[in-house]
């Protein structure tokens, strides 16, 4: 598994377990709590690398299942700001493990979320809550911004 980020499929996300190294698929409904290796038992920590998105159905699925507010990072490969911005990603992931999700699309490998979404800039961060998009951003910020930004956007959500 790769160590800058998670992956997930239509049915959540695929966690590491820290004892043996399992894999253990998490559905994105419960990623707000620590769960168990299904083939050790030990505690699974709670995801804090950003969740990298190969397909519009594992898109679909986090945004309507995610337990959590998700701050999602539209980016590229080319992109020199989206680079400059991807280490304060994954700060945030660490920084917010339990109480945000992070996932990241590049819109060069997924053209078709990117055009379901509306996406005319990079890196653009949006901030989804309950399986709706409540909040966009153009530009890069740092970790403790892109928290607040997206805290903020979650909480006038739910009013």
Do not use: Y
């Not at 898109?59 to 337990?67: E, I, K, P, R, Y």
């Not at 080319?78 to 990603?89: H, S, Y």
């Not at 890196?123 to 997206?150: C, H, I, K, M, Y």
């Amino acid at each position: 598994m790769s160590t800058d980020h998670l992956h997930a499929d239509e049915k959540g996300v695929h966690l590491a377990c820290p004892q043996c190294q399992q894999a253990n698929r998490i559905p994105f409904a419960r990623l707000h709590l620590k769960g168990k290796c299904g083939s050790c038992k030990a505690a699974l920590p709670l995801p804090s690398l950003p969740i990298e998105i190969d397909s519009p159905a594992s898109f679909a699925a986090l945004v309507s299942g995610a337990s959590l507010p998700l701050l999602v990072d539209f980016w590229a490969p080319w992109c020199g700001p989206c680079l400059m911005v991807a280490p304060e990603v994954t700060k945030l992931a660490a920084l917010a493990a339990g109480e945000l999700i992070v996932a990241k699309v590049n819109t060069e490998a997924q053209p078709i979320i990117a055009g379901n979404m509306g996406i005319r800039s990079i890196p653009t961060f949006a901030v989804f809550v309950a399986g709706r998009e409540v909040e966009r951003s153009s530009g890069g910020s740092s970790a403790t911004q892109l928290r607040a930004f997206a805290m903020n956007a979650a909480q006038r959500a739910r009013g």
